[in-house]
């Protein structure tokens, strides 16, 4: 969930097919892998238009390569303390 109360939904079985890598956003400490949805939700759940813009979500991501995605996914890799480019 972003400040501005929108929620991204990811695919939660990315991980069990094959995957090209991932991404991260600035602050968190896990990657995502496949498809990604953000939507726009009102403090009572109620869905509604996104308030974050595409260039915030553009300067917060990086994308993460196929070998670091798998050492968090299967060796429990702690990559919260990477640097990561903005490319």
Do not use: C, R
């Not at 991932?22 to 726009?40: S, T």
């Not at 238009?49 to 196929?66: A, G, L, T, W, Y």
Request: charged share 15%; proline share 2%.
């Amino acid at each position: 969930m972003f400040p501005t109360n929108d929620v991204m939904y990811a695919d939660y079985y990315a991980s069990l097919n094959s995957f090209n890598g991932g991404f991260i956003l600035d602050g968190w400490v896990h990657p995502v892998v496949g498809n990604a949805i953000i939507v726009g939700t009102k403090k009572n759940g109620d869905l509604t238009d996104i308030v974050i813009s595409k260039n915030e979500i553009e300067n917060q991501i990086s994308f993460i390569s196929v070998e670091l995605v798998s050492k968090w996914f299967f060796y429990e890799s702690d990559i919260g303390n990477i640097s990561f480019s903005k490319n």
